[in-house]
């Protein structure tokens, strides 16, 4: 059985930083690729970023330069460090395992349960 566990939201203030943590289990993610997507209220859910098997990395435009996604494969984690957080990335962050590092929700066949991050202004 295929878990994954989002940990690190919270509420801060606009120019705090944050790193989001995706646990996962009964999956190597070393082996997957690793997406990060978000949603916020009355949005649909959106791309954040992705990382592939092999560490290629992407990045959604607005959060290109601010985020930066990485894994440790000890950990069978990955992680999403966000700084110069503003009120537009306000959301629930989900993580998602899938055979593909697109910017498509079809593509990740595994989701978390998301974190709230929460930017105030």
């Known amino acids: 059985q295929v878990q994954l566990v989002e940990s690190g939201g919270g509420l801060v203030q606009a120019g705090a930083s944050l790193r989001l943590s995706c646990a996962a289990s009964g999956r190597t993610v070393s082996t997957y690729a690793t997406g990060w997507f978000r949603q916020a209220p009355g949005k649909e859910r959106e791309f954040v970023a992705s990382i592939s098997w092999n560490i290629i990395k992407n990045y959604s435009d607005s959060v290109k330069g601010r985020f930066t996604i990485s894994r440790d494969n000890a950990k069978n984690t990955v992680y999403l460090d966000m700084i110069s957080l503003n009120a537009e990335d306000t959301a629930v962050y989900y993580c998602?395992?899938?055979?593909?590092?697109?910017?498509?929700?079809?593509?990740?066949?595994?989701w978390g349960q998301g974190t709230q991050v929460t930017v105030s202004s």
């Open positions: 998602a395992l899938g055979n593909a590092a697109t910017m498509t929700l079809r593509s990740y066949a595994f």
